[in-house]
């Protein structure tokens, strides 16, 4: 069983910058595979980024490929998501998302574990 607490969304103008942070409990947080996802109001949630449990490999989707870096602390169970260049589009509720095993996957449903989400909002 992992638990995932989002937080460091807030309120901030297009260019800006934001960093979310995905703390999770369990011994065995290194062994799993992470992502981050995103809905809009009125829109499916949508995959934002993922990174193994080891870091070799990392995706990300086309619209925040060069604005966005995930990375992970294994020793903090921690996962991150440093977000630059911000737009009004990039508005949404971020959810942090875990999977056991090292397949990649971008859809919702192969994601064992979600957290509660953070709001992030850009203002134009």
């Known amino acids: 069983q992992v638990h995932l607490v989002e937080s460091g969304g807030g309120l901030v103008q297009a260019g800006e910058s934001l960093r979310l942070s995905c703390a999770a409990s369990?011994?065995?947080?290194?062994?799993?595979?992470m992502a981050w996802f995103r809905q809009a109001p009125g829109k499916e949630r949508e995959f934002v980024a993922a990174?193994?449990?080891?870091?070799?490999?990392?995706y990300y989707t086309d619209s925040v490929k060069g604005r966005f870096t995930i990375s992970r602390d294994n020793a903090k169970n921690t996962v991150y998501l440093q977000m630059n260049s911000l737009k009004p589009e990039d508005t949404a509720v971020y959810y942090c998302?875990?999977?056991?095993?090292?397949?990649?996957?971008?859809?919702?449903?192969?994601?064992?574990?979600w957290g509660q989400g953070t709001q992030v909002t850009v203002s134009s």
């Open positions: 990174i193994s449990w080891s870091r070799a490999n990392i």
């Open positions: 369990g011994r065995t947080f290194s062994t799993y595979f």
């Open positions: 998302a875990a999977k056991l095993g090292s397949d990649y996957y971008s859809s919702t449903h192969k994601y064992d574990y």
